[in-house]
């Protein structure tokens, strides 16, 4: 199972990124998919969240700000993520997990990690 995010970079306060999460090897149409963060000397922290049935679920921080978004066709998960704000740095992480979301770190499969830096 591979999980590969893109999409990651530097823009200033304001702007917008979209990550995307290509997976392969896995059924993609029961997975449910998470977004993580994880900045320095921070724990890692759930973003959010969409399930095998387009359940989704964000963190109070991102809600109204960021979309998750699925193409089960292209086993792909997306990121938007608008008016991004300097505490929104961080290592963005996908993951996957049988069925239902949880907002805990419990996903069987992680990718590397993207890079979001937004400075002020």
């Known amino acids: 199972v591979q999980l590969v995010e893109s999409g990651g970079g530097s823009v200033q306060a304001g702007g917008s990124l979209k990550l995307s999460c290509s997976v392969s090897e896995l059924r993609f149409s029961i997975t449910a998919m998470g977004w993580f963060r994880q900045a320095p000397g921070k724990e890692r922290e759930f973003v959010a969240g969409?399930?095998?049935?387009?359940?989704?679920y964000y963190s109070a921080s991102v809600k109204g700000r960021f979309t998750i978004s699925r193409d089960n066709a292209k086993n792909t998960v997306y990121l938007q993520m608008n008016n991004l704000k300097p505490d929104d740095t961080a290592v963005y992480y996908c993951?996957?997990?049988?069925?239902?979301?949880?907002?805990?770190?419990?996903?069987?499969?992680w990718g590397q990690g993207t890079q979001v830096t937004v400075s002020s």
């Open positions: 969409i399930s095998w049935s387009d359940g989704i």
């Open positions: 993951a996957a997990r049988p069925w239902e979301v949880v907002m805990t770190a419990q996903y069987a499969y």
